[in-house]
């Protein structure tokens, strides 16, 4: 399972987490662009070059910009627009919990309309108390 963070194409993609990259893949196509850092999966992003396999990179540093990669890329009419998919090991994990525990008042205005749905039914409490804002994942220039 992962999510989808709504962005633009000026959008930067920042670690979440510290960690070391285990894989960049590059897209083309049809084929989804992405980095893995630790055991957490950023997909559709055009990595930076001086980012490599073994880089040791910190919460916060910037990773790349969002890639208009995917099964339906631009110009496509069914292009979902772009986003980036974040998403926690082989998908066992929910993100949508993952990042509203950890920065739920940064997170709610990059949300997709289904995800978004998502929390006010899981996480009403919280989100009664959400404070709308940008999250750490993406940060726009």
């Known amino acids: 399972m992962g999510i989808d963070l709504n962005g633009t194409a000026e959008s930067q ?11 960049i893949y590059p897209g083309s196509g049809e084929k ?24 040791d990179v910190k919460a916060g540093d910037i990773i790349g910009t969002l890639d208009d990669t995917g099964k ?17 090991g082989d ?3 929910n993100p949508i919990e993952y990042l509203m525990n950890s920065q739920p008042d940064l997170i709610w205005d990059f949300l997709t309309p289904d995800n978004q749905q998502y929390v006010i ?11 709308k804002g940008e999250p750490e994942v993406l940060k726009k220039k």
């Open 13 to 23: 993609v920042a670690a979440i987490e510290d960690g070391k990259v285990v894989s």
């Open 32 to 55: 989804v662009s992405y980095i893995k850092i630790g055991n957490i999966k950023y997909m559709h992003v055009k990595v930076y070059g001086h980012i490599k396999e073994g880089t």
């Open 91 to 93: 998908g066992e994990k």
């Open 121 to 131: 039914n899981k996480y009403p409490n919280l989100y009664n108390k959400m404070k």
């Open 72 to 88: 339906y890329a631009k110009p496509d009419p069914k292009w979902t627009g772009w986003h980036l998919h974040f998403q926690i």
